[in-house]
């Protein structure tokens, strides 16, 4: 039988009140509460604890604070990836973050999501990943959907609502954001 960790991660129905996932919440929340208010300078021990908060993610990561996601563990990035302040990740499942991506702030990455059925919805939840390409400028308060996918070398507008996947050296904005340019173009 599967735990509801498990089937959080594959994406499947799951309760989000399981004695397990408040233990990996309250874990994170420890650490968040470390980085955001004793440790708001990035030096060492901010960076340390940004290791720990966040696993998957290589040393050169930069978080300016204030900084909120759920788990820590679901965030994968690539290199120089930077986020501005107030940003908010629902890593209920996995986010993947290419290399040399600039995160404005209060950008808000929501991979969680919930039943439209509302008996479903008072006993579960369900998570779709999202996807940042590489060499990805995401303008401050953004808010990008569960399931969404950009591609590589895109410019997502500041305020943009991204609901739908975003194609390769694309410039969107808007809510709901909407391809405007094509970018990088002969």
């Avoid at 908060?53 to 050169?60: E, F, I, R, V």
């Avoid at 998570?127 to 995401?138: E, R, S, Y």
């Avoid at 895109?154 to 305020?159: D, L, Q, T």
Wanted: aromatic share 6%.
């Amino acid at each position: 039988m599967n735990t509801e960790k498990e089937k959080m991660l594959a994406g499947e129905l799951y309760s989000p009140v399981s004695k397990e996932l408040a233990e990996d919440r309250l874990r994170a929340k420890k650490l968040l509460h470390r980085l955001n208010v004793t440790e708001y300078i990035m030096d060492g021990k901010a960076a340390s604890t940004l290791r720990e908060l966040l696993p998957n993610a290589p040393k050169d990561l930069y978080i300016e604070p204030p900084f909120h996601c759920d788990y820590g563990y679901n965030i994968y990035c690539g290199g120089r990836v930077y986020f501005n302040v107030n940003c908010v990740l629902l890593d209920v499942v996995k986010i993947t973050i290419g290399s040399n991506v600039f995160i404005g702030p209060g950008t808000h990455i929501y991979t969680a999501s919930h039943p439209l059925d509302a008996k479903t919805r008072r006993k579960s939840a369900l998570a779709k990943p999202v996807t940042i390409g590489d060499d990805c400028w995401i303008g401050g308060g953004v808010i990008i959907c569960p399931g969404v996918t950009i591609g590589n070398g895109c410019v997502i507008g500041a305020g943009a609502v991204v609901t739908r996947d975003i194609p390769d050296n694309s410039q969107a904005q808007g809510n709901p954001a909407r391809v405007v340019k094509k970018l990088n173009q002969p």
